[in-house]
């Protein structure tokens, strides 16, 4: 194996993982609702689901999604609809007056470890950095296992760290978001993670 091509997917991994997309959304509402305490298994769950969808890519099973359009559709549909519910919750709490001594309209709970996981299946974004990484191993190393498993690994260790560090960056704020005596702090955070789902709808649709 050459260093150059594992070096150039170490930071594709890096970067695909770190920028903004529906995980590290997710992540940060939750961190900023929950605490990153209560975010550690959807944080889990996204690297686990990954690393699983990574490994089906790399051994072939993305062939079955490339030649078979109407499945990559349907994949897809699932996540632009679950992203879309997400940002009309988070949008409505921003806008809906708050009632009683409730001071938050959204009453979600924590993604669990398997919901989070699942998830990969039917995220676009999930989807596109898998078969992208999984066409780069190809290229330099063909199907063989250990290739595989080095890849997986790889995507694991840094993709755990990065989509953490966006569910502490919400619960870093948490505090200040939930303050008594300013609650207007949560639904105007809200309503921005809200507008920036919309917006990664939007432009994964695109690139579609």
Same mark, same amino acid.
């Given at each position: 194996?050459?260093?150059?091509?594992?070096?150039?997917?170490?930071?594709?991994?890096?970067?695909?993982?770190?920028?903004?997309?529906?995980?590290?959304? #997710?992540?940060?509402?939750?961190?900023?609702?929950?605490?990153?305490?209560?975010?550690?298994?959807?944080?889990?769950?996204?690297?686990?689901?990954?690393?699983? #969808?990574?490994?089906?890519?790399?051994?072939?099973?993305?062939?079955?999604?490339?030649?078979?359009?109407?499945?990559?559709?349907?994949?897809?549909?699932?996540?632009?609809?679950?992203?879309?519910?997400?940002?009309?919750?988070?949008?409505?709490?921003?806008?809906?007056?708050?009632?009683?001594?409730?001071?938050?309209?959204?009453?979600?709970?924590?993604?669990?470890?398997?919901?989070?996981?699942?998830?990969?299946?039917?995220?676009?974004?999930?989807?596109?950095?898998?078969?992208?990484?999984?066409?780069?191993?190809?290229?330099?190393?063909?199907?063989?296992?250990?290739?595989?498993?080095?890849? &997986?690994? #790889?995507?694991?260790?840094?993709?755990?760290? &990065?989509?953490?560090?966006?569910?502490?960056?919400?619960?870093?704020?948490?505090?200040? #978001?939930?303050?008594?005596?300013?609650?207007?702090?949560?639904?105007?955070?809200?309503?921005?993670?809200?507008?920036?789902?919309?917006?990664?709808?939007?432009?994964?649709? &695109?690139?579609?």
């Amino acid at each position: 194996m050459h260093d150059h091509p594992w070096a150039a997917l170490a930071l594709f991994a890096f970067v695909s993982s770190i920028t903004p997309g529906p995980n590290n959304l #997710l992540a940060t509402a939750s961190g900023a609702r929950f605490g990153l305490r209560r975010t550690l298994p959807q944080v889990a769950g996204v690297t686990f689901g990954f690393t699983v #969808l990574l490994w089906l890519a790399a051994s072939g099973a993305a062939a079955l999604v490339i030649s078979q359009p109407s499945i990559g559709i349907a994949l897809a549909l699932g996540g632009y609809f679950y992203l879309l519910w997400m940002s009309a919750r988070l949008l409505r709490s921003a806008w809906r007056p708050v009632a009683g001594g409730d001071s938050n309209v959204v009453t979600l709970r924590p993604m669990s470890f398997l919901q989070s996981a699942l998830f990969q299946f039917a995220n676009p974004k999930a989807w596109m950095m898998a078969i992208s990484a999984a066409s780069g191993l190809m290229a330099d190393h063909g199907p063989s296992l250990a290739a595989v498993a080095v890849l &997986c690994g #790889l995507f694991a260790a840094i993709n755990f760290p &990065c989509v953490g560090a966006w569910a502490a960056m919400g619960a870093h704020l948490q505090r200040w #978001l939930s303050s008594p005596v300013a609650p207007w702090r949560m639904r105007v955070f809200n309503g921005a993670m809200g507008v920036t789902m919309l917006g990664t709808v939007a432009w994964m649709a &695109c690139l579609r």
